[in-house]
């Protein structure tokens, strides 16, 4: 690139929260016309980094200089740095579903005058803009009705309609399923090469070593080393290393394979949508957990995995429930939710944030939230030593990095949501744990300590029955791997006999079966 100007300077960033120095004196700089990677664990300070850059914490709330196109910049909000040409797409998007992907498109920004909105140029704006990322819908289309592939799209769009020079993706890929990530990934490179800068803050090493000119590692508030393509090594293990401060050669802890009697049994179990009558979602599956396992379900989005485990517990999930279940040999049904929690059973969500943790309360009351039983004194108040007592000990026993357990559930880290999401449920005491994509959205770290309490309930003899969509993690991590496909269950391997292209094979093989 030669020794052009940067376009962006953060220099000595310093922000502080009550408890903790969440960017500690944090320089980054970002060349015209580059994708900039920015990497590292959760709660390492990427989103606040970028908060302080887009004005979300105003100028004076931090200390340090932002010094954008030449200039230093003091914003005051998000507006700020809108008009500087600065657009932040986050993970979760910001779109009304009620609304058209024209209306979306141009909230905040609305065309024709003061009084009145010119619906024509809204529309037909919005439709050049989709054009240019590649979306071929209706600008009249609800974005209700559009997969979050072209959701994150529509963010893009609007971006571009704001005339942005600098385009900011936090985690633009967490929720897409393969074939649309890589159509974002090409639309970023095809902007890189019409000269639009970008910065990607991603988990997925593999599409960061991918796109990225220059990848910006940070660790605990703090800029560890940017890597350079072309000079420096941009592989995964290298780009870990400075993640967390060591090469991890395990990525996943090895344990001894201790198993035993079967401990639940599912029969002949078919669900149907609860809202498109007659679609099923789960078609005669047959499963069994053993004491001591870890058995896995692999499939492609929509196979049906988080139905069938929504469904088993306490069918919180689908109607026209039909099948058997057996819980160490006897029949039982579960009735209800409670009914499935009492015979010691577990589901650990996926969408930590809307039916995991209650975010607004504190972790004291969000570990012991499933089982009061533990901390009550005969059933009628509850005993708040005892609740203190067990919040300390489930804190320190899952890393929850967190000040103190009065902390609110939503100041911590997605690692850390997942993290004492997991120990709410272990404190029910469960002898079967459905884990639904516990790592997804969290970094290498945090996913270790998370693999050595999986590896460590088994070694207790109970079963752990794993949703996942990492390949390399059910692979790591299972003695036994189902794998799904459009409501059935089309293949069984055993841990030694699974690798991922077999695992594909029977996928596509069944989906041309059908």
């Known amino acids: 690139m030669g020794m052009s100007e940067p376009l962006l300077r953060m220099e000595n960033i310093t922000k502080v929260f009550p408890g903790t120095k969440a960017l500690d004196n944090v320089n980054f700089s970002v060349q015209p016309g580059e994708i900039h990677a920015i990497v590292g664990e959760n709660g390492a300070g990427k989103s606040t980094l970028m908060n302080v850059l887009s004005g979300l914490y105003p100028y004076g709330a931090y200390e340090g ?66 054009k240019t990322v590649g979306l071929n819908e209706s600008p009249q289309t609800l974005v209700k009705d559009i997969g979050v592939g072209k959701q994150q799209l529509v963010e893009i769009a609007k971006a571009l309609a704001k005339n942005v020079r600098l385009l900011i993706l936090d985690e633009p890929t967490a929720s897409l399923n393969e074939e649309d990530s890589q159509n974002l990934l090409i639309l970023l490179l095809r902007f890189k090469s019409e000269g639009m800068t970008s910065i990607l803050i991603s988990h997925k090493l593999n599409e960061v070593e991918q796109v990225a000119d220059s ?54 179990w078919t669900v149907f949508h609860p809202v498109y009558i007659g679609r099923k979602v789960c078609n005669k599956v047959n499963i069994h957990l053993r004491k001591g ?50 015979s010691k059973i577990a589901y650990v969500t996926e969408d930590r944030k809307n039916d995991g943790l209650i975010l607004s309360d504190t972790l004291r009351l969000n570990t012991t939230l499933a089982n009061l039983s533990r901390t009550s004194k005969m059933h009628y108040s509850i005993d708040k030593d005892k609740e203190m007592k067990y919040a300390e000990e489930y804190k320190t026993r899952f890393g929850v990095k967190a000040p103190s357990i009065e902390q609110h559930a939503d100041s911590l880290s997605g690692g850390n949501q997942q993290k004492l999401l997991l120990a709410k449920w272990m404190f029910t005491e469960p002898e079967i744990m459905i884990l639904d994509e516990p790592t997804r959205g969290i970094d290498v770290g945090a996913k270790y300590d998370i693999y050595n309490i999986i590896n460590e309930l088994v070694a207790q003899g109970k079963s752990v029955l794993l949703i996942s969509s990492d390949m390399p993690e059910l692979l790591g991590m299972c003695d036994r791997i189902y794998i799904m496909n459009e409501g059935n269950i089309v293949g069984e391997m055993d841990r030694s006999e699974a690798n991922q292209e077999a695992i594909m094979a029977v996928i596509l093989q069944s989906s041309k079966g059908a």
């Open 215 to 268: 990848i910006t590692v940070l660790r605990d508030g703090a800029t560890i080393e940017t890597l350079v393509k072309g000079k420096d090594d941009i592989s995964e293990g290298r780009i870990i290393k400075g993640m967390v401060g060591r090469e991890i050669n395990e990525r996943f802890p090895a344990r001894e394979s201790n198993i035993g009697e079967t401990t639940l049994e599912v029969k002949d």
């Open 293 to 342: 396992e870890v058995v896995g379900i692999s499939g492609l989005m929509g196979a049906g995995r988080t139905e069938l485990a929504m469904s088993i517990f306490g069918k919180s999930y689908g109607t026209h429930i039909t099948g058997e279940l057996y819980l160490n040999g006897k029949r039982i049904s579960f009735r209800n939710i409670r009914s499935a929690i009492n």
């Open 65 to 130: 200089a932002i010094i954008y196109d030449g200039e230093e910049c003091r914003f005051s909000g998000i507006r700020d740095s809108e008009k500087k040409g600065i657009a932040i797409i986050h993970q979760e998007l910001a779109l009304v579903p009620y609304m058209t992907i024209g209306e979306n498109m141009f909230l905040g920004n609305e065309r024709g005058s003061t009084v009145k909105i010119n619906w024509s140029e809204t529309f037909t704006k919005a439709k050049e803009f989709m």
